[in-house]
């Protein structure tokens, strides 16, 4: 079954750390474009990283800095190191992947990431 599942996510306190972690189970993992995008309740989904196929990156102006997108081609996975949390980073989570030159679009579930003292 294609899918893509994330981990990591949890509760931590203003200025601490988390690695969200998402495991693709698809084939050709490293000809894929993956990101990682979040929704805030109330909030539209919005694009937190990008990494390509080529490993170039992309990131929101409001987590440079802060932020980190890698990946993994030999396990699949693509991973997103978050330092210097701030409560706005509250959110859900969500890993996705493209298939460039194509309109496949993958989701996974979401992790909640909650920035709380």
């Known amino acids: 079954q294609v899918q893509l599942v994330e981990s990591g996510g949890g509760l931590v306190q203003p200025g601490g750390s988390l690695r969200l972690s998402c495991a693709a189970s698809?084939?050709?993992?490293?000809?894929?474009?993956m990101g990682w995008y979040r929704q805030a309740p109330g909030k539209q989904r919005e694009l937190v990283a990008l990494?390509?196929?080529?490993?170039?990156?992309n990131y929101a102006d409001s987590v440079k800095g802060r932020f980190t997108v890698s990946r993994d081609n030999a396990k699949n996975t693509v991973y997103l190191q978050m330092n210097s949390l701030k409560p706005e980073d509250t959110a859900v989570y969500y890993c996705?992947?493209?298939?460039?030159?194509?309109?496949?679009?993958?989701w996974g579930q979401g992790t909640q990431v909650t920035v709380s003292s």
């Open positions: 698809v084939t050709m993992f490293s000809l894929y474009n």
């Open positions: 990494i390509f196929s080529t490993t170039a990156t």
């Open positions: 996705n992947a493209k298939l460039p030159g194509t309109s496949y679009s993958l």
